[in-house]
């Protein structure tokens, strides 16, 4: 029997490739949901390098009006597939940060109307067994993901793992799916130093110096000619009428840009005189990095811990007399010109929190602590390879450590910070973890071909909006020919597994 897969195609192009080698390889049917702006679209319409039995440009639908909602239909909506919309808009900073444009609640809930009826369009008319996605990065993808589990469509969503360059593909970001590979017995055991070694080899850290490499070192030229491109380039209306466009307007993105890199200047000069530079004399003290802001781990995941600067708050009066807490920003932001000062004082004037700089390494944070609390970073799973213990806001992957706890309630925390700066962790628990984490992910260096995509075609200004030319997208496919085989061949053995689940 033919099988049906819906892919979910975004201006990365990574399903593309993975169809284009897809159906050469699996007696199927592929349906597109393809999330691209009008110059991606031409080439769509044109080319004839995957062949889509139906495909549906999800932009040309998704407009706010001032209709009214059907309040009513939402409601069966939200029953009938058991899916809590405002939760899926509370995840699309768009609505309610207010960067370009204030949206009143009817212009949402329509937008969201027209959505939900489109998906299930496609769903009804392509009766897909399969979902194709990458982990969503807007409310609507999230919406298509939480439709196709409750119509029990198997999902096969690619997610990195928190170790660098390696994927996994599962039906849940936080968690291995029921159906997982187990290690097998003849696995060597690893010792401390071994476990650590390993933690280097896949140093998280690694994504954020690619990133940065590639952005600002690498294609500096390129980044500012796609920005100069985007203010001497006539705006489509195609563009204009997509909801997370509105208020974008060419003077105001100016503006900003201006405004960013003169507070980021101001910001910057903040961080360097009030924030810690050498740890050697604060001991013992408990450790709590910042996350990146606005991060899909916030919104979607740990969305009931999103505001930073009460989680902050919460550790700081739950810790033991003698313990302080160290709070790091994160690397990343300076990207988005750093957090307002006001924010880095309300940290600062706790009185048992220091803030520490930027510039210092979270292996050497981790090293000196005696306990790493996070929402749901990286940094609690560095912390398990150096045998530290570690709290978790939400659940994770590396969870299943042993000496990672999950705070249940947030009137525990002061409880089990005292049992955890008791606990004595054995680091050879986390073989465990290693071999089940290797077994159900593969190496892929998605943020290298993800950042050489984006340079090569123009993505990288602001707006995700280039021009494809087929034979240079061929090209493109062709010298990654191998990644994408290895993306393909692990799809399919995650195919095979549910089947013979299914058996």
Known sequence: MKE????????????????????????????????????????????????FKKTWYLRDYFTTSDDSPDIEYLKKFEGKYKIKLWDIIYSDKTFYSDIHYKFTSDQILSLLEKECKLFEKIL?????????????????????????????????????????????????????????????????????????????????????????????????FKRYESIFKFFITPESDYSKKYYSNYGFTKSRVLWEKIMRFLKRKYRKSFIDKNTLKNLDKYQ?????????????????????????????????????????????????????????????????????VNLVHPSISSEEIIKKCSLVITVAGTAGQEAAFYGKPVILFTEQLYS???????????????????????????????????????????????????????FEFGYKGPRMEAKIQPEKLKSFLEKYSKEFEILVNEHIKKLEMIRNNLK
């Not at 049906?4 to 169809?19: E, M, R, S, T, V």
């Not at 390696?166 to 476990?195: F, G």
């Not at 009460?310 to 750093?338: C, D, Q, R, T």
């Open 400 to 454: 299943k450590i042993p000496f990672v706890k999950k705070l249940n309630k947030i009137e525990d925390l002061p409880d089990l910070i005292t049992t955890c700066l008791n606990d004595k962790p054995e680091i050879s628990s986390l073989n465990e973890f290693v071999n089940l984490t290797n077994e159900n992910s593969f190496e892929f260096d998605l943020q290298h071909i993800a950042a050489e995509f984006a």
């Open 4 to 51: 049906k897969i819906l892919l979910y195609i975004d201006g990365w192009f990574l399903h593309f490739a993975i169809g284009t080698h897809l159906q050469k390889k699996l007696n199927c049917d592929l349906f597109g949901a393809i999330d691209i702006d009008v110059k991606a679209k031409q080439f769509f319409q044109s080319q004839d390098i995957l062949q």
């Open 124 to 220: 009804d008319e392509s009766q897909p067994n399969y979902f194709f996605t990458m982990v969503s990065t807007n409310h609507y993808q999230r919406l298509l993901y939480e439709l196709c589990k409750s119509k029990n469509i198997h999902v096969l969503m690619l997610t990195p793992v928190k170790f660098a360059r390696r994927l996994m593909i599962s039906e849940n970001t936080t968690k291995l799916d029921k159906n997982i590979k187990l290690p097998k017995n003849n696995l060597n055991v690893r010792s401390a130093s071994e476990l650590q070694g390993y933690l280097k080899n896949f140093d998280p850290s690694y994504q954020i110096k690619e990133l940065e490499r590639k952005a600002y070192t690498n294609n500096s």
């Open 284 to 352: 013992p003290f408990v450790y709590y990095p910042l996350h990146y802001e606005p991060e899909r781990i916030l919104l979607v995941d740990a969305r009931f811990y999103d505001n930073q600067l009460s989680v902050i708050s919460n550790i700081a009066k739950s810790l033991p007399v003698g313990y302080s807490l160290f709070v790091k920003e994160h690397p990343m932001m300076k990207m988005v010109g750093w957090r307002p000062t006001s924010y880095y004082k309300s940290i600062i004037n706790l009185p048992n």
